[in-house]
């Protein structure tokens, strides 16, 4: 397979934006992944959530960190093509596996995905990271949505858990209260997709999802990669993935028996 090219002006936009559309990037490997996708949801891992409420219509499930065990998705993750298309957006001369995540919404979940950052839930800090979205099916109406230029904002968005809407730390001091783009007239990003596009974004990006009201399934795969700078950074509590049990202290590299280093061709 031909590594696909990631230009300059792609680069810039990323910085500039903290989001940017990659088209066709995941393409060789669509069947792949919706295979994986219903392994996954035939056998869900432990982490696996349903996120609508009682009386809410349809079907939001999302899952992560599953990769070790889908052989699909393992294929995806050790492809040279994709941790190149990392490194160059990033930056970097190195890439580390971070985790991967499922999202699918069924036809008629009309329940978005709230907006949020991701930093806020992880326990890495660092300018160098990427997560590619991509949908397996064509999406025109239940897009990724991202905020540009929302990865240099100088405080974090505060998180909070998807089902509950409640805080995902106690303490919420150090933290910028969740804004609504829309309404605040903030530059919004989306495109229309075709299965294996991908939207590359900042960890430190706002982004959120339209819920589902067309006929067609939704089915999602999001691939989180680290470069050069990240580093290990302790939350005021519970982090989502938790990885419990992992041993790390603050300003590490995550340990890479974990986390393993991808193999960038030529390098």
């Known amino acids: 397979m031909q590594a696909h090219s990631i ?21 060789p490997w669509v069947e792949d992944l919706r295979r994986g996708v219903e392994r996954n949801m035939a056998a869900p891992g432990p982490s696996a959530a349903e996120n609508l409420k009682p009386g809410e219509t349809g079907r939001f499930f999302d899952d992560y960190c599953n990769w070790t065990r889908i052989p699909e998705f393992e294929r995806v993750v050790r492809a040279p093509e994709i941790a190149a298309a990392a490194a160059a957006l990033m930056r970097s001369t190195a890439v580390q596996m971070f985790h991967d995540h499922v999202l699918v919404k069924e036809p008629g979940t009309s329940k978005p995905t709230p907006w949020h950052q991701d930093a806020p839930y992880y326990f890495v800090e660092g300018s160098q990271t990427v997560s590619f979205w991509t949908p397996l099916d064509p999406v025109r109406e239940a897009g990724l949505r991202c905020v540009a230029g929302s990865h240099r904002w100088p405080r974090l968005v505060l998180p909070v858990r998807w089902l509950s ?12 209260p969740v804004p609504d783009p829309d309404a605040e007239g903030m530059r919004v990003l989306e495109w229309a997709m075709d299965p294996g596009d991908a939207v590359a974004f900042q960890y430190r990006t706002l982004h959120g999802a339209r819920g589902n009201d067309t006929p067609l399934r939704r089915r999602a795969f999001s691939l989180r990669l680290l470069g ?21 202290r ?5 340990r890479t028996d974990w986390f393993p280093y991808l193999k960038i061709p030529g390098v």
């Open 228 to 248: 050069d700078d990240a580093r290990y950074v302790e939350r005021p509590g519970r982090t989502s993935p938790p990885f419990p049990g992992h041993g790390m």
């Open 7 to 27: 230009d300059t002006e792609t680069i810039a936009a990323y910085e500039r934006d903290g989001a940017v559309l990659v088209k066709g990037l995941f393409a």
């Open 250 to 254: 603050p300003g590490e590299v995550l």
């Open 165 to 176: 809407d409640q805080r995902f730390y106690a303490d919420a001091d150090d933290y910028m």
